[in-house]
């Protein structure tokens, strides 16, 4: 794992076994935390640490001075909310810190998000694949999925057909933890599932199997492979690089919007815990949000 095995590495595994068995975290995750908190044991051990209760406030400031001006603010951010974690989950525990948790914050990350295609470049986009092959289908019925839902990259390739409801037009959605949403389908996505799933998903699959998206080998499809398919059909619609899962979702955001859609309905399909992430997401301005907010509760 990097480095031998001591109290604070050992510390680091109980926390990310109970991200995995008490919270449901994926391995991604927990690789992501495991290599922060790794880097963050051995800065503090070569300072002579041995317990996570020993970190204070200086010596936090220490780690992130150590983390220098060659690392991005987010990765930066990340290391030091990583590190936070570890440090609450174990103050519960009765091995943190004393007294209040060592503060990991005065960065601020900076907002880079996806700008939304305009209608011509998303029907560009759309139209991109080849409709008279299997394969072709499948990806435009694949885009149609993400763009008319708002999916995350994950929730689309994880959609089971049996989640597929094309009669009722809407699609029950796995999101983050586990929670469950349903969202209602346009016309148009509807119409494009439906033929994939009639025409392709069975020519291209090769043993049974529960996802909705089927891959060329007959598997489920991975979110790298998404993630590529959709750089290159940007190119061969003209398109600026930089277009992913998360530029169609976000487009959805802003198109509903943009078309009228209350704010608090956009962060319900959008699976958002809370409104202040849909406001960052939809680059919306903070006072709007806290107007429409404030007229949609029951209580103004």
Sequence with gaps: MGMEANVLTERVEWFLDHLRVELGASEHTIDAYRGDLYKAAAF???LGVD???????????????????????????RRLSSLRSLLKFLKRRGEGPQGD???????????????????????????????????????RALLELIYGAGLRVSEAVGLTLDAVDLLEGAVRVTGK?????????????KLWVSRYVRDA??????????????????????????????????????LPPGIGPHTLRHTYAVHL??????????QELLGHESIATTQVYTQLDLDEVRRKYLQAHPRK
């Design 44 to 46: 503090f051990e070569a």
């Design 51 to 77: 317990a996570w209760g020993a970190v204070d406030p200086p010596l936090v400031r220490r780690y992130q001075t150590s983390l220098g001006p060659l690392l991005s603010v987010s990765t930066t951010q």
């Design 101 to 139: 948790l060592p503060s990991t914050g005065g960065l601020r990350r900076p907002k880079r998000l996806p700008k939304a295609l305009g209608v011509e470049q998303l029907e560009a986009l759309l139209g991109v694949p080849d409709v008279a092959t299997e394969r072709g289908l499948r990806d």
């Design 177 to 189: 933890r586990g929670k469950t949403r349903w969202v209602p389908l346009p016309e148009g996505t």
């Design 201 to 238: 998903r069975p020519r291209l699959l090769k043993r049974p199997l529960g996802e909705l998206v089927v891959s060329d080998r007959g598997r489920p499809m991975c979110r790298q492979v998404v993630h590529r398919l959709l750089q290159r059909a940007a190119r061969r619609a003209g």
């Design 257 to 266: 919007l943009k078309g009228g859609a209350d704010l608090r309905a956009v």
